[in-house]
């Protein structure tokens, strides 16, 4: 199961590089790739300065080792570890982290909620041993499942599970803070254009040495090859991501269980979305959106991302292979693949 993921994660690295890759005129880019955050991440710089992009890949490491639920030393599993017994005193980037997966907690009203890991715990999705719980493992976890429960101290940077068997995941936004550091650091040194691509999460910054727009390839959901059904061009720093049942999953008798996981009923959402990319400013935001924007499903999905502040868009694509695209989008997107059609 987990070489398939890593294979599609290849897939969609090949395929952001093919439409946004350099011109002739533009010097050769300078790439590396590592395996962190339980995908496959790629950097990719317009430049020759191996030092920073080599600095970039620890930053990932660095991130995960404070943010993941499976590295024992790591702040999330002392939060977890502590759960029901006393707050934890934690990082300034791992409390910005939980306080910005709990707004999207909120906003979708536990739809996403960011302690979800005992049922992604139960479900396994993500490692080489997937199951389908039984209903009693699942309605046994289901009430320790309450961002609620969540107390945050602003001042002392201390977070707190008030219930002794939660614990809380941040395999929904971490990447994309990651993604949000690397381009900070980016602008630090001065590197004028990148593409930050980690498990398919992408960020594309600064500019094109050609002074040309980005182009950015939307993944077909429903393939593992690198198949762009559509192309949205990107002028200036971006993050583009995607949520979907194909980027983890098992089948089982015959049918499909993805990773994005309803809180309320324990299994995987099924809402007739197959995926819903979002593009904003923010890695961050938009790691976290793109899933909450699933879980909310097309219409109150839609409705919400239209009134959003700032410049956040999303396409959401359905199991029949439509396409339906927020307000800001509709004169940018160009379709590819004739087989999706984009709805109005």
Not at 82 to 110: C, H, M, W
Request: with cysteine; aromatic share 8%; glycine share 6%.
């Amino acid at each position: 199961m987990k070489k398939s993921y890593y294979i599609l994660m290849m897939a969609t690295t090949l395929l952001i590089t093919l439409l946004s890759g350099c011109s002739k005129e533009e010097s050769k880019p300078l790439s590396q790739s590592e395996f962190y955050m339980d995908t496959l991440c790629t950097i990719t710089i317009y430049e020759n300065k191996p030092d920073i992009l080599k600095q970039s890949m620890t930053m990932i490491q660095d991130i995960e080792n404070r943010m993941s639920n499976v590295i024992t030393a790591s702040e999330v599993s002392k939060i977890n570890e502590q759960a029901g017994i006393s707050p934890v005193k934690v990082s300034s980037d791992t409390f910005y982290v939980i306080e910005r997966a709990l707004y999207y907690s909120k906003l979708s009203n536990g739809k996403f909620d960011v302690s979800v890991a005992p049922l992604v715990n139960l479900w396994n999705i993500s490692t080489d041993n997937p199951k389908v719980p039984s209903e009693k493992e699942i309605n046994e976890v289901l009430p320790f499942i309450n961002y609620k429960n969540i107390v945050l101290d602003k001042e002392q940077k201390t977070v707190f599970l008030t219930e002794k068997t939660m614990k809380i995941d941040l395999g929904g936004i971490a990447k994309g803070y990651a993604a949000d550091a690397i381009a900070s650091y980016f602008e630090k040194e001065d590197i004028s254009g990148a593409i930050i691509n980690l498990g398919g999460n992408i960020l594309v910054f600064g500019q094109k040495q050609d002074g040309s727009p980005w182009k950015v390839g939307i993944q077909d959901p429903t393939t593992k090859q690198e198949s762009p059904i559509a192309a949205i061009p990107i002028e200036k720093t971006t993050a583009i991501v995607t949520s979907g049942i194909y980027q983890r999953f098992f089948e089982k008798d015959g049918k499909l269980y993805h990773h994005i996981l309803n809180p309320t009923t324990g299994y995987p959402y099924d809402n007739s979305l197959i995926s819903v990319t979002v593009i904003t400013d923010n890695s961050t935001d938009a790691d976290a959106l793109a899933t909450t924007l699933f879980s909310l499903g097309l219409e109150e999905g839609l409705s919400i991302v239209n009134q959003l502040p700032n410049r956040v868009e999303a396409v959401f694509i359905d199991s029949e292979n439509n396409i339906y695209l927020s307000n800001g989008l509709k004169n940018r997107f160009e379709i590819i693949d004739e087989k999706f059609k984009v709805i109005e």
